[in-house]
């Protein structure tokens, strides 16, 4: 006879899954139960039987039926196996059936605070094919089921998670909770105390925000300061670009990034010395004695006096020597080397004596001055300088003197000679109203054989006559008026071996 059956395994209700009358072999695949588990294990029954039902071969349990409950309370790994007899004392083939019996596992998390803008991992003890079911702040996370939950860039604060693990024998772990700080970063604010600064100077910043360290670079380089402030000392002109981070609790801020700007120091003033002649009521405006396009100067009365004055305005009334210092500033506030602006106001030569020679000739004596002097005949332009006092080509008339030193300082004086009785007008108004309408000369009937010329300022001859048919000069030149102006004569008096030269005025 054989015997069918298989034991067959259920927590509840009990099914049968065989037929009566094939026998079956035992399972191959364990089974998995957890420590505490009650479980009933069957067998398809035939009536009138009795089964037999041990653990690991040990005494047989009193249940005789085809159905018998196991209360699992200790793990391990055991051999279930059953043994029927029928009615008519028969028994049948041993049936077994292996069983593994788990303890429920022991969950711990492991995480580790972060800074923010990073991702926060928590790590749960790992069971293998074991289901994890992740709660992140009492709410159940959907799609994480392994040992590891990974939050993508979470907000800065705690973050508590609890998690709890089931495995293939249905064991229910603990449920661990773990909590771990997502660190906000430093945020740090960067101020330039001179961002602007000469050659030389010191390039300060300031870090603010009170954290335990900060890492600066300059242009790139990392520099060994590690505190709030940063002076930097400059050596070479241009721009430089300055980073800082903050760091505070293992985060680091983001960088926050200034440029500076150094400026060369200017080149020193190109200057230009003067001496000028002294004037009465005139003044020197001394600053226009520098040049240094766009940049503003800066005045001293000493080479090395901190002290600054005023653009300086000279008078030339006296003469005097003086020494100003300048110095060029730029927009950054860079000075220069100071340069020397030497003035001098010259004394002027001064006719002392004119000592007349003869009729036409003169002596003109001078004091002060820087001799050696030159002299002339103002009021005769087509006359040169003269290297000696002595002064032959008078005229009749006012004669002015001009006298200029070595310096280019000059003086005047006059001396009026009178040759003969001859008057030339000093003006006349050809307005046809009879009146002063020509250009005369008194007495000049007197020398018949006396020349006569009228020319312009650039020497130009517009009249020629004699003294006997002179009657006159209209104003005309080839048949035009001439312009109102000063014009010149010259009257070459035959009759006394005289010349004249002076002007005239035309009016209009």
């Known amino acids: 006879m054989k015997f069918p059956i298989k034991i067959l395994t259920t927590l509840s209700a009990v099914l049968l899954l065989l037929g009566t009358h094939r026998t079956q072999a035992a399972s191959t695949a364990p089974d998995l139960v957890c420590v ?28 005789t039926t085809s159905s018998m409950p196991i209360t699992w309370t200790t793990p391990g790994t055991y051999v279930v196996s059953v043994q029927e007899t029928m009615v008519n004392n028969c028994v049948g083939p041993l049936v077994t059936l292996a069983v593994t019996v788990e303890s429920p596992p022991t ?3 492991t995480a580790g605070d972060i800074c923010a803008g990073k991702d926060l991992v928590f790590t749960a003890t790992n069971i293998p094919n074991a289901i994890y079911s992740w709660q992140d702040g009492g709410m159940p996370v959907a799609g994480q089921s392994g040992y590891i939950y990974t939050m993508i860039n979470p907000p800065a604060g705690p973050r508590t998670v609890s998690v709890t693990a089931t495995t293939l024998a249905n064991c229910v772990s603990n449920t661990p909770v773990a909590t771990a700080t997502v660190k906000p970063l430093p945020m740090v604010n960067l101020t330039a105390r001179t961002g602007l600064v000469c050659l030389g100077g010191n390039l ?28 930097y000392p400059t050596h070479v002109p241009g721009n430089m670009t300055v980073s800082v981070k903050g760091f505070q609790n293992g985060c680091e801020s983001l960088p926050q990034t200034m440029t500076g700007t150094i400026q060369d120091t200017p080149p020193m003033p190109q200057t230009n010395g003067i001496a000028v002649c002294a004037e009465e009521g005139t003044t020197l405006d001394v600053s226009s004695l520098v040049s240094s396009a766009g940049l503003t100067h800066l005045w001293y009365s000493h080479a090395s006096t901190p002290s600054r004055i005023s653009p300086p305005l000279l008078s030339t009334s006296a003469p005097a020597s003086k020494t ?20 001098d106001v ?25 001799p050696p002097y030159i002299y002339r005949i103002q009021n005769s332009p087509s006359l040169p ?16 003197f001009e006298v200029e030193d070595s310096k280019g300082c000059k ?3 006059s001396l009026t000679i009178q040759f003969n009785d001859l008057i030339p007008e000093t003006y006349f108004t050809p307005n046809g109203d009879g009146d002063n309408d020509t250009w005369d000369i008194v007495n000049i009937d007197k020398y018949p054989r006396t020349e006569i010329y009228v020319h312009d300022r650039y020497g130009k001859e517009l009249y020629k006559g004699t003294g006997a048919t002179f009657k006159g000069w209209d104003g005309m030149y080839r048949g035009q008026p001439v312009v109102g102006t000063d014009y010149w004569y010259v009257i070459n008096v035959y009759e006394l071996g005289q010349r004249m030269v002076g002007h005239f005025n035309l009016k209009r």
């Not at 100003?324 to 003035?343: I, K, L, Q």
Request: glycine share 8%; net charge neutral.
């Open 36 to 63: 505490g588990t009650t479980k009933t294990y069957n067998v398809n029954p035939t009536p009138g039987s009795r089964y037999k039902w041990q653990i690991n071969g040990g005494t047989p349990l009193t249940n």
């Open 107 to 109: 969950l711990a998390i």
């Open 204 to 231: 300060v910043y300031e870090a603010s925000g009170n954290y335990s360290t900060y890492e600066w670079l300059m242009n790139s380089q990392l520099l060994p300061e590690t505190g709030s402030v940063l002076t």
């Open 324 to 343: 100003y210092y300048v110095s060029a500033m730029s927009s950054a506030g860079c000075e220069s080397d100071r340069a020397p602006v030497y003035v």
């Open 346 to 370: 010259l004394d002027n030569p001064v006719i002392i004596n004119k000592a007349k020679k003869d009729d036409k000739t003169i002596e003109i004596v001078v004091d002060k001055g820087t």
């Open 385 to 400: 300088f003269h290297g000696t006092a002595v002064i032959s080509e008078l005229i009749s008339g006012k004669n002015v």
């Open 411 to 413: 003086t005047k004086d």
